[in-house]
């Protein structure tokens, strides 16, 4: 008889448990609950963060000091200028270690949790509406004391709004999950320290919790049939197409203030 965790099995037992052991492929791995898209979207955040502070020469704790930030961050008097690829760019870069860092952390954790939760497209899908939702507030709050906006911590506002709204959707309260505490801080923080995007924060929270509103209220995700989960997540890419183009349509009343 040999040792295990609930007691005491017989040689042949263990031989025949593994014998019967599935073998897990890998593209079963990639159908499964690994949450590929959150890694994925880790993974761009740091590249370009390494390639800026390469361009820059240094590593620095508060700012890399690349050309980058002047090339793709997000800044409303060049996206009057056309330069509407800024709305997107501008949430893949970072200002320095620190900043990146509690961005990716962020990301792991929630990502981890929602994604293998809700499924890669919904998710990836919830992502693209968060980021562009926080380029919209930037654009509608923006000063021109401002300057550039870069950071995922929009698109990150949002995956927390949408995963409130899946727990509300699932009868349980965000307050008392944790989830709302979470929030709660981080939006004291974001009005309390000075430098933070409010519109970018504000933004993406608004437009995620809307995107989870379509996504999961009214019925349950395990009980919607294919269609529907079909309609309903065409429903948030076409949001996402709404809130871009508000975005940019946003951008000409930013022109006044820097007297353009």
């Not at 995963?163 to 008392?176: E, K, T, Y």
């Not at 049939?225 to 996402?240: D, H, N, Q």
Request: aromatic share 8%; hydrophobic share 55%; charged share 10%.
């Amino acid at each position: 008889m040999n040792s295990a965790s609930v007691g005491w099995q017989c040689p042949e037992c263990i031989s025949a448990a593994a014998a019967s052991a599935p073998v897990i492929t890998a593209s079963q791995m990639l159908r499964g609950s690994v949450p590929i898209v959150t890694y994925v979207l880790i993974g761009i955040n740091v590249a370009a963060y390494v390639v800026g502070a390469v361009m820059g020469g240094v590593l620095s704790v508060t700012g890399a000091g690349d050309g980058l930030t002047e090339r793709f961050a997000l800044y409303p008097p060049l996206v009057t200028g056309g330069e509407w690829y800024r709305l997107i760019t501008g949430g893949f870069l970072h200002a320095g270690i620190v900043h990146i860092g509690f961005n990716m952390f962020a990301l792991y954790v929630i990502g981890t949790a929602l994604e293998p939760a809700i499924g890669r497209a919904r998710f990836l899908a919830a992502y693209a509406v968060s980021l562009v939702g926080g380029a919209l507030g930037v654009m509608l709050l923006w000063s021109a004391s401002e300057g550039y906006t870069v950071g995922a911590s929009g698109a990150i506002f949002g995956l927390f709004g949408i995963l409130a709204v899946l727990q509300f959707a699932r009868g349980i309260n965000p307050l008392r999950s944790g989830i709302g505490t979470v929030l709660i801080i981080n939006l004291v923080i974001t009005f309390a320290v000075p430098g933070i995007s409010k519109g970018g924060h504000i933004g993406g929270l608004v437009i995620g919790a809307l995107a989870g509103a379509i996504l999961f209220l009214g019925r349950d995700l395990s009980r919607q049939s294919p269609g529907e989960r079909a309609a309903r997540l065409g429903a948030v890419v076409a949001l996402t197409v709404v809130v871009f183009w508000a975005a940019v349509a946003a951008a000409p009343s930013v022109s006044s203030l820097i007297g353009g």
